[in-house]
């Protein structure tokens, strides 16, 4: 019988875990979602490292030997998740090599604290690439302004891209015109253009979060009518620029050359209402040459009675628009919610960046 996510998968929509621990990699248990689970493709953040230091006896020993050999705080972090991201690539290699590299991907972010800092963001993407050196690496870099043109300059150097923290149509847009201008550049550069590839993530739950707070201290019958519709609708018009941009004869000129097109790719698609059906952002977001990153509830969620009906954005548009206007008429402002939830994407993961360094520090002295 095919399940969810093996229909999922059919509909051009790559299942991928946000999430990553060396007790996982050690375990099988990646291995095994790439069997049982159509897993193609991980996800890491500072928040999934943080959580899967304080697990468990599985990073002591590495633990111990950073200590021996007196290496900064900074710098441990970095051995340590470069390792476990370098086993994860590994494991996920053959899926790589049976699609000539367009899945099997594995993520590791820069610095969140460089989010502001374009130079520092391009040199630590270069550190990152060198540090794991495996080719179905992505440096995960954030979408912010600053952003922008390290993303440009890192696909230029032929380093493939993750890029994060996506929110609003506008800078998603702005972000497709910096993968555009890196593959051009990539091409003037020699790269061979289809070993390079990238996804860009576009935040989904979080903008639900932000719109229903909105809306219900607004209150009224119609406000409150409209929760749970900015997140799908922000999305599914996602996909129609995605459709848009990537029909473009700039596009035209570089996927003749070998590139592959940036991808969509929806983040943040755990349920944070309960109110809400476990696999919404699942279900609702089948489109394809799409990726959907899923933490492990949610992937098992979906493996479990998620409905796999064909397609859900395509043929949605004017619905998408109409919700984002009914939102924009009851008063909660698109703009700003956009905004505030890209300021708070980046400090979460500095706090969460910090609170990482934090825990290294305190295992390497309790492994001195």
Do not use: C
């Amino acid at each position: 019988m095919t399940n969810p996510l093996q229909k999922l998968s059919g509909e051009g929509v790559a299942v991928w875990l946000d999430d990553i621990s060396r007790e996982r990699l050690r375990s099988g248990n990646l291995a095994e979602l790439i069997r049982e689970r159509s897993v193609v493709g991980v996800t890491s953040n500072p928040t999934i490292f943080e959580k899967a230091l304080k697990e468990g006896d599985a990073y002591d020993a590495q633990l111990h030997d950073l200590k021996v050999r007196g290496v900064s705080v900074e710098e441990a972090v970095r051995a340590i998740t470069a390792y476990d991201i370098r086993w994860a690539a590994d494991v996920l290699r053959p899926a790589y090599d049976a699609v000539g590299g367009v899945d099997g991907r594995v993520s590791l972010e820069v610095d969140p604290r460089l989010a502001r800092d374009t130079e520092r963001t391009i040199a630590e993407a270069r550190a990152l690439w060198w540090l794991v050196d495996r080719p179905n690496l992505f440096i995960k870099i954030p979408a912010t302004v600053e952003g922008l043109p390290a993303i440009t300059a890192a696909l230029a150097e032929g380093i493939s891209v993750n890029v994060t923290l996506i929110f609003s149509l506008q800078r998603y847009r702005e972000v497709m015109g910096a993968f555009l201008a890196g593959m051009e550049q990539a091409k003037a550069n020699g790269h061979d253009l289809a070993t390079i590839t990238s996804v860009a993530s576009f935040f989904v739950s979080r903008v639900d979060a932000e719109a229903d707070k909105r809306l219900e201290k607004i209150g009224t019958e119609e406000a409150l009518q409209l929760r749970g519709r900015a997140a799908i609708a922000n999305a599914r018009l996602a996909y129609a620029a995605y459709e848009e941009v990537f029909a473009s004869d700039r596009w035209k000129a570089l996927e003749a050359a070998g590139a592959e097109p940036q991808r969509p790719l929806w983040a943040s698609t755990g349920v944070k209402d309960p109110d809400y059906d476990d696999t919404r952002y699942v279900t609702e977001l089948v489109a394809p040459n799409t990726v959907n990153t899923m933490p492990e509830a949610t992937l098992e969620a979906a493996a479990d009675h998620a409905e796999i009906a064909g397609e859900t954005i395509r043929g949605r548009y004017e619905q998408a628009k109409a919700d984002l206007e009914s939102l924009a008429r009851v008063g909660v402002d698109y703009d700003d919610v956009v905004r505030v939830l890209e300021d708070e994407g980046v400090e979460k993961f500095e706090k969460s960046w910090e609170s990482l360094l934090g825990g290294v520090s305190q295992q390497l002295e309790a492994n001195a």
